[in-house]
């Protein structure tokens, strides 16, 4: 069958079915895994003959939003929270993936351009951290503890208000998404300008191993939420500036629910990153550099994996007709 009849010929079953989807419009969860299986056969057979069409994303989308409903459906007992972020929140950034790439060019972008301002003006350092940040960080260097300032405090009380500064800062990022996308932005601007500068200064200090050591124990979840939560931003924005076939308000709507999805998914990431800068990060000059370097790799690496790779996994198993007897088992 040539393509283009291949679409006719499927069309209004398709787009009957995407409304439904969207709208909550089925009456029970066999209906919706009936028409789930129809849905797959016909992704497996574009799939097959035609490997290079348009239609393969369309269906894919569709069946990664069915499959949401069909956790959210299951007859049987379920963990809600649990299946929140083993399968939905991967699904969507799945779906999403191309605003986290956005997300962390620009994130590396903004960065760079830090770096190559503190490295080519001897005051932007000053102008962007504060004389009295800079001052004490230069005293601490000369007490050869370059990142002492994470001492301060009791480890409950900098836990507690550092986790509080980075959940406001996550959610202003996103919240902010509402004006297009540029008060997201601007949010990750300021903070990749503070990162990038923050980090040369250290290294034009000859510290940059020290404070990687240390910093990066709790930096690695941190700014990589922080990115994350960019992306939902933009996610926002561009539900208002890229509506699609749905109303703006729909589109904003819809937007807003995935925006808030995946803002609320970086949450834990949040609190173990505020948990190791309190708890952890003080100790950073006295423990051996395997142990800073193996923390810094692992939560990096679990966070990568999350957002970055496990979300293909869970979409290769949805594209698989056989997963539904197990949903519905």
């Known amino acids: 069958m040539r393509e283009v009849a291949f679409i006719k010929q499927n069309k209004e079953k398709w787009l009957s079915f995407e409304k439904a989807v969207f709208n909550d419009d089925f009456k029970d969860a066999d209906e919706l895994a009936s028409q789930y299986i129809h ?10 003959y035609y490997p290079k069409s348009h239609v393969i994303t369309y269906l894919n989308q569709l069946a990664a ?5 069909i956790y959210k459906t299951k007859r049987h007992d379920t963990n809600r929270i649990i299946s929140f972020w083993k399968t939905e929140v991967p699904l969507i950034c799945y779906q999403y993936r191309k605003f986290i790439y956005v997300a962390f060019i620009i994130f590396f972008a903004f960065t760079s351009i830090g770096v190559i301002s503190a490295a080519n003006d001897g005051e932007f350092v000053r102008s962007v951290l504060g004389d009295a940040y800079v001052d004490m960080s230069l005293e601490n260097i000369e007490k050869g503890d370059p990142v002492a300032v994470y001492k301060s405090g009791s480890n409950w009380g900098s836990f507690i208000g ?3 500064n980075n959940l406001r800062v996550g959610i202003i990022a996103f919240v902010l998404g509402v004006f297009l996308g540029i ?3 601007w949010i990750l601007f300021k903070n990749c300008i503070m990162l990038g500068s923050f980090q040369y200064f250290f290294y034009d200090m000859k510290v940059f191993w020290e404070s990687v050591r240390g910093i990066w124990i709790h930096g690695s979840m941190e700014i990589f939420a922080i990115v994350i939560e960019a992306a939902a931003g933009l ?3 561009a539900s208002i500036l890229f509506p699609g076939t749905h109303s703006r308000y729909t ?13 609320i998914s970086t949450f834990p990431f949040t609190f173990s990153a505020g948990f190791l800068e309190g708890f952890v990060t003080r100790y950073s000059n006295i423990m051996p550099n395997w142990l800073s370097v193996g ?13 970055l790779i496990y979300p293909y996994r869970i979409q290769k ?7 539904l007897s197990t949903v519905y088992s």
């Open 39 to 48: 849905l797959i056969n016909d992704l497996s057979y574009a799939q097959t």
């Open 65 to 69: 939003k069915a499959f949401q409903k």
């Open 162 to 164: 550092i986790t509080i």
């Open 183 to 185: 008060g997201t932005l």
């Open 235 to 237: 996610i926002l924005g």
């Open 251 to 263: 589109s904003f709507k819809l937007g807003a629910k995935t925006g808030v999805k995946i803002l």
């Open 295 to 307: 923390i810094i790799l692992s939560t990096l690496g679990l966070i990568s994996y999350y957002y």
């Open 317 to 323: 198993k949805i594209t698989q007709p056989s997963l």
